[in-house]
């Protein structure tokens, strides 16, 4: 299974990324599937998930700035991320939730610049 995801870059503290993802076989559309981070000498931690009936669970440090969703299809999972700081730069990856050790992506890297 390969997971892609898109849509990082850089960006100005306060600014908006909308990220993308999908993995091949479908496999976001039969299962709850999680975006996640790895900020600059920190652990991968998730960022917010999204179930198949498409609830959605939010970290604290991104509540009420990052909406998670799927599309008509269910195998592609965006993050659209509003309100940006300085402390969300990192590589975001997409991947099942809870991960799956054999389906991380290369990610995407978003800079945030105060």
């Known amino acids: 299974v390969r997971v892609v995801e898109s849509g990082g870059g850089f960006v100005q503290d306060g600014g908006s990324l909308r990220l993308s993802c999908t993995a091949t076989?479908?496999?976001?559309?039969?299962?709850?599937v999680g975006w996640y981070r790895r900020g600059p000498g920190k652990q991968r931690e998730l960022v917010a998930d999204?179930?198949?009936?498409?609830?959605?669970n939010y970290a604290e440090f991104v509540k009420g700035r990052f909406t998670i969703s799927r599309d008509n299809g269910g195998n592609t999972v965006y993050l659209q991320m509003n309100s940006l700081k300085s402390e969300d730069t990192g590589v975001y990856f997409c991947?099942?939730?809870?991960?799956?050790?054999?389906?991380w992506g290369q990610g995407t890297q978003v800079t945030v610049s105060s």
């Open positions: 991947n099942l939730s809870p991960p799956n050790r054999v389906m």
């Open positions: 999204i179930s198949l009936s498409s609830n959605t």
């Open positions: 076989n479908n496999m976001f559309r039969a299962n709850p």
